[in-house]
């Protein structure tokens, strides 16, 4: 985290680049959340990287006028981990999709997160593979007919949010796109976290999976589905708050009438150290069709993954003294030769 | 056999040179007792040259030819330039061992078996029908029959009486035992291997005296025994003088990058994932972070040279290594960082292929996969290590071109050079390139309205700038999609691609002009045929030339450090000489490479047996060729 006294505004993150997103696409409307709050958190553009891999996501750095690399599929934490390893004066962030970030990419983002590099993940589910044009991908739900399954797709999707933590990430937060107050806390949370943070942003991709968040999004539906999680609140949600998320013997959880939960409705956390609590509460939806929470997960403070490394090398520096050539060369059994 | 009594006079003779080869099963220590020989011999002065060879298999089956490892040593009191090609004496611990080593014993050899080896179940497991010990299968070569085991277990009676050790820790000592009489066979002092031992087992005394008290009693049965009528000494080398050690080639490839992180003022990042034979590399630069080295074992080869993109562009030296397969998995990545212009090197310890292929063994065949192997075109500048100690050198080249041309680089080795040792004669650190000379961070705008243009180039190096994140007003964004000149913008416009390949192309090909005249070895000036290498061939064809200039054929020899670009003045070379010969241990790649470049007849000698090339399997080749000139 990077500040500085200037005040700067979203025109200092704008590029002089045209924005080639398809009109009416969520992603403009994350772009924009992003711009202003890291001029509002006194962010400075020359001391930020953004990192892409492929995807209609991952062209997001283009129109940051920040540093930038539009890595390729899904190694954007990869090479955003060794920078943030070399330069830990910098604010790394990585941009990645569904299908670049869960899909080509999984491996790479499991890793970054339970690391925990200090490194700010968004992740934009938009539960469709978008830049070729409408395929289905790892968070489309099962059944999901797009151009190649065109009879219905067989595989269980992934939740994002629950691999997060499944793997300890730090900070694990989820938004939805034109949501511009809570999205900016969410990010803004990221921001501030040293270590690794993951933001799952709904994401709205209107040309190939329109609608695909209206459970959360529309006007009649948005307040009966958004379960919100604020830290140190039971977990309530509905118009009038009717509904609660209570905690089951098995570990799970589940919703009731919140007159009759009385004290059993779990009252969020998210800096608990074990992650299960969070996780459990991950499991309330698979896709966001019905009740899905959104918010904070987990905010928890752990050892950071480039400062340790960087912290070993100090150290054997201390003990050892600056390394020296000639020393290392000549280390173990030497002998001369004489003219 | 074990005889008592002493014998007090025996003959040493003097030799040129030698060569041991110590053999046994994975688990009898046979690479740590060859290890020892040869720190013996480096001390004696003697240069030498040494060829592990072991089971990709941790712990192959006891017992079975599968399982035979062995480490072979060639020492000298001349400049050598191989691990030799057949040893004079072989050490057998087990009949696997004897079985698959035998036949390249020279006639007349001396063979140290380990009896107490030779019961049914190894000779079954052998392939042994009867036991060669007992018929005339050993008869043309001198033959020691020494209950090695039983000597070690009977030396180290003590220490079992005592509970320091039970009988299978005391018998894994055998191998000290076969040092201290081989050892003794060649004269040679034993305290640096007792130093050595104590410091290996700082941690377990117990462990150290018995290793030590073992190998002790190796060199007094040699001492005491009639069996062996013959010492023998190799006199130290006449090597240029100066401070040597040796060094393997992931160790020298290791330093070398240190010698290049100090001399450019960069600190090195390491990005790795492990993999035979490369993984050495990582571990030596792990022991080396006081100097500002952070290394990164990465989840896979993608991510590890993804995190060497992302801290070559925040401005570390930043290296991968891999073997061929997790080359292939890099490809995409090295295309990124060619049109990403950023400086970083992949070393490439190549193995025996295709796919997991040989892990342990040696091949030279991943040069078309380095030279053309990715997506699109997409040139990477390549230079080779000949030697283990050249690693060193080839290193700081590689670093050289990177940080003079931002470019990837990619250097090559093998497996050969990886593991083998040779004596290092040691650089003065102040003689090495100064690399801060080669590269400068842009600090300021350099556009003509005072902005920044990321691809605008060095107009003779065609270098583009290199602005780390951090600098105000030079904030950039770059990637994989075709560029524009000098905005560095995506651009999709037909010429200007075409343009932005030619200039990917010219970029690499510049770095040829920069580049110093081949050296060509023709001593006696009308050699007819030139000879061809590059990468760890050098020693044998050099050793070959020697052999065959003896005999009164002259032939040239060139050895090509540099493989991408190749040098301005090859095509010239090979034009003047009626024949051209170019070993590999490939089918013929860096042959095709020349003959497509150079339209000249290009002869291939090509071997792909996971071991380097033996100098007499060359001489062959070079005799066949001159059989074959027209009168
Ligand atoms: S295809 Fe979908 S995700 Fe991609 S830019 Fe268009 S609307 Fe956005």
């Known amino acids: ?339 | 056999m074990l005889v008592s009594g002493t014998i007090a006079t025996r003959t040493t003779v003097r030799l040129s040179n030698a060569v041991v080869r110590f053999a046994g099963d994975s688990g009898d220590g046979m690479q740590l007792a060859g290890d020892q020989f040869t720190t013996q011999s480096a001390m004696a002065g003697n240069d030498l040259a040494t060829l592990p060879d072991f089971p990709a298999e941790i712990r192959a089956p006891a017992g079975t030819l599968a399982g035979v490892s062995s480490f072979q040593l060639h020492f000298s009191d001349q400049d050598i330039h191989t691990p030799g090609d057949a040893p004079d004496v072989l050490v057998a611990m087990n009949p696997a061992a004897l079985m698959k080593h035998l036949e390249s014993l020279k006639p007349g050899g001396t063979l140290i078996v380990n009896s107490d080896a030779f019961g049914d179940r190894n000779l079954t497991k052998a392939g042994y029908e009867a036991n060669p010990l007992e018929d005339d299968a050993l008869t043309d070569y001198q033959v020691h029959e020494v209950q090695i085991t039983t000597l070690t277990l009977r030396a180290l009676e003590g220490h079992i009486e005592r509970g320091e050790l039970n009988k299978k820790e005391a018998e894994r000592c055998k191998n000290m035992l076969a040092l201290g009489l081989v050892s003794w066979m060649f004269s040679r002092p034993i305290d640096e291997t007792e130093t050595w031992l104590q410091t290996k087992f700082a941690s377990k005394p117990d462990v150290a005296d018995a290793n030590i008290t073992a190998l002790r009693a190796g060199r007094n049965y040699g001492e005491t025994t009639e069996a062996f009528v013959f010492t023998y000494e190799v006199k130290p080398a006449k090597l240029p003088p100066g401070r040597y050690r040796n060094i393997t080639g992931n160790q020298a490839v290791a330093y070398g990058l240190i010698a290049a992180s100090v001399r450019s003022g960069l600190p090195l990042f390491y990005g790795s994932y492990p993999i035979t034979p490369a993984s050495d590399i990582l571990h030596e630069l792990a022991k080396q972070k006081h100097f500002d080295v952070s290394t990164f074992q990465a989840e896979d080869e993608i991510a590890a040279i993804g995190s060497v993109i992302g801290a070559a562009f925040g401005g570390s030296l930043a290296v991968t290594a891999s073997s061929g397969p997790g080359i292939a998995l890099k490809t995409e990545a090295m295309g990124l960082a060619l049109v990403m212009e950023l400086p970083l090197i992949v070393v490439n310890v190549q193995r025996g292929g295709p796919s997991t292929g040989l892990p342990t063994k040696t091949e030279q065949s991943d040069l078309l996969q380095i030279l053309h192997g990715r997506n699109g075109e997409a040139p990477i500048p390549v230079v080779a290590a000949s030697s283990p100690s050249d690693g060193f050198d080839a290193a700081i080249e590689a670093a050289r071109i990177a940080l003079t041309y931002r470019t990837p680089v990619v250097l090559l080795s093998d497996g050969y050079l990886a593991n083998s040792a040779e004596p290092w004669n040691l650089p003065d650190v102040d003689s090495l390139p100064d690399l801060t000379e080669v590269f400068a961070f842009t600090t300021e705008p350099n556009g003509p309205d005072g902005e920044f243009l990321p691809y605008l180039r060095d107009p003779e190096t065609l270098a583009r700038p290199w602005a780390l994140p951090g600098t105000a007003g030079l904030e950039h964004r770059i990637g994989g999609l075709e560029k524009e000149a000098d905005t560095g913008h995506i651009s999709y416009e037909a010429g200007n691609h075409h343009a932005q390949t030619l200039l990917r192309h010219e970029r690499v090909q510049r770095i040829a002009d920069d580049l110093p005249p081949l050296e060509v070895e023709d001593p006696s000036g009308d050699a007819q045929i030139l000879l061809v290498g590059w990468g760890s061939t050098e020693g044998p064809i050099r050793a070959a030339c020697h052999e065959v200039r003896q005999k009164g054929i002259p032939v040239a020899r060139i050895h090509l450090r540099h493989l991408s670009p190749l040098p301005n003045d090859l095509d010239d070379l090979l034009k003047a000489y009626p024949q051209v010969l170019c070993p590999e241990n490939n089918m013929g790649q860096l042959a095709m490479h020349l003959r497509a470049r150079t339209l000249v007849d290009v002869q291939t000698y090509d071997r792909v047996t996971g071991q380097p090339f033996s100098s007499s399997e060359l001489v062959e080749a070079i005799e066949a060729l001159v059989t074959e000139v027209p009168a």
């Open chain 1, 1 to 339: 985290m990077t500040t500085n006294d200037a005040k700067l505004t979203k025109k200092d993150f704008t590029s002089d680049r045209e924005v080639r997103w398809c009109p009416g696409c969520g992603d403009y409307a994350i772009l924009a959340t992003v711009q202003t709050l890291l001029a509002d958190a006194g962010a400075r553009p020359e001391s930020t990287v953004f990192v892409s891999g492929i995807g209609c996501s991952s062209r997001f750095p283009y129109y940051m006028d920040t540093y930038g690399i539009h890595s390729i599929h899904g190694r954007a934490p990869a090479v955003a981990t060794g920078l943030a390893i070399a330069r830990p004066d910098l604010d790394v962030w990585v941009i990645t999709g569904d299908g670049d970030g869960l899909s080509i990419g999984g491996n790479h983002l499991m890793h970054a997160l339970r690391r925990n590099v200090n490194l700010n993940i968004l992740l934009f589910n938009n539960e469709i593979y978008g830049l070729t044009k409408g395929q289905y991908s790892p968070t489309s739900p099962l059944g999901s007919k797009h151009k190649s399954t065109p009879m219905g797709s067989l595989d269980r999707s992934i939740n994002p949010v629950s691999l997060a933590l499944g793997v300890e990430a730090t900070y694990v937060a989820r938004s939805i796109d034109t949501d511009r107050q809570h999205l900016t806390e969410a990010i803004s949370g990221a921001y501030e976290h040293r270590g690794a943070s993951f933001v799952e942003i709904y994401q709205n991709c209107n040309v190939f999976n329109d609608g695909a968040f209206m459970a959360l999004k529309a006007p009649d539906q948005k307040e009966h589905n958004q379960i919100r999680l604020r830290q140190g609140e039971p977990i309530t949600f509905g118009p009038d708050n009717e509904r609660a998320v209570v905690a089951e013997p098995d570990g799970s959880m589940s919703f009731m009438d919140t007159r009759e939960a009385g004290d059993r409705v779990v009252v969020h956390d998210a800096h608990r150290e074990e992650p299960t609590t969070a996780f459990a509460l991950s499991r309330l939806s698979h896709n966001p069709t019905g009740p899905t929470p959104i918010g904070i997960f987990r905010d928890v403070e752990r050892p950071v993954y480039d400062d340790m490394l960087r912290d070993q090398v100090q150290e054997a520096v201390d003990t050892k003294g600056e390394g020296q050539l000639t020393d290392l060369l000549s280390s173990g059994n030497v002998w001369d030769v004489e003219d």
